[in-house]
């Protein structure tokens, strides 16, 4: 069970704004910055955005962070066949000695 | 170009011991924490520890700390996940990643280490 929650699922169509949100407490997510990360199928997961809003070189600018208090929201708009995959938020936790802590995650499904 | 790759598949017995690596390259080895995550099959991510190669310092998640010792080789760039006994629920893929900016930017391929009878 993990500290951080997110939907299990996520759907659009094509062309489409899904959104995706994760949900903490003020030890992890209302103390650090969150990040993102995307898990195609069979493949390592790859980081999308860093510190609650910032994306890697590469990443295209459909996809976008947010926190606000002890939440943080994923979302992609413009939603293409090749963005379904797994999502997962992580950050921080000040109560777990640091320990570093991913969200249960979220598939994402183009219709 | 930063690269970590990892060691290959792995089919074990339970009661095995197991070493698995994940060598890096592209970038200073000793200069930044190497996590390693745990994917057991149809799951989520799950962080396990990390060690900064430049001093051996090492942190364990609690549930899994006595279970794995994570270790590192700064000489051949190399860090190490270990099992004394392995156990049918240790089947999984394992990750290794590098911290940079407090985020994991680079990741390996990932080894697949099935423990079966």
């Known amino acids: 069970q993990s500290v951080l929650t997110q939907p299990p699922s996520a759907s659009g169509t094509p062309g489409q704004r899904v959104t995706i949100s994760c949900s903490g407490s003020s030890s992890n997510i209302g103390n650090n910055n969150v990040n993102w990360y995307q898990q195609l199928p069979r493949t390592a997961p790859k980081l999308l955005i860093y510190?609650?809003?910032r994306r890697p070189s590469g990443v295209p600018d459909r996809f976008s962070g947010s926190k606000s208090g002890a939440s943080a929201s994923l979302a992609i708009s413009g939603l293409q066949s090749e963005d379904e995959a797994d999502y997962y938020c992580?950050?921080?936790?000040?109560?777990?000695?640091?320990?570093?802590?991913f969200g249960s995650g979220t598939k994402v499904t183009v219709l | 170009e930063v690269q970590l790759v990892q060691s290959g598949t792995e089919v074990k017995k339970p009661g095995e011991s197991l070493r698995i690596s994940c060598q890096g390259s592209g970038y200073s080895f000793t200069s930044n924490w190497i996590a390693w995550v745990r994917q057991m099959p149809g799951k989520g991510l799950e962080w396990m520890g990390t060690?900064?190669?430049?001093?051996?310092?090492?942190r364990y998640n609690p549930s899994f700390e006595g279970q794995v010792t994570i270790s590192a080789d700064e000489s051949i760039s190399s860090a190490y996940l270990q099992w004394r006994s392995l156990r049918a629920s240790d089947t999984a893929i394992y990750y290794c990643?590098?911290?940079?900016?407090?985020?994991?930017?680079?990741w390996g391929q990932g080894t697949l280490v099935t423990v079966s009878s």
């Open positions: 992580a950050t921080w936790d000040d109560s777990l000695n640091g320990l570093y802590v």
């Open positions: 990643a590098r911290l940079n900016t407090r985020s994991y930017e680079h």
């Open positions: 510190s609650n809003d």
């Open positions: 060690i900064f190669p430049g001093d051996s310092d090492t």
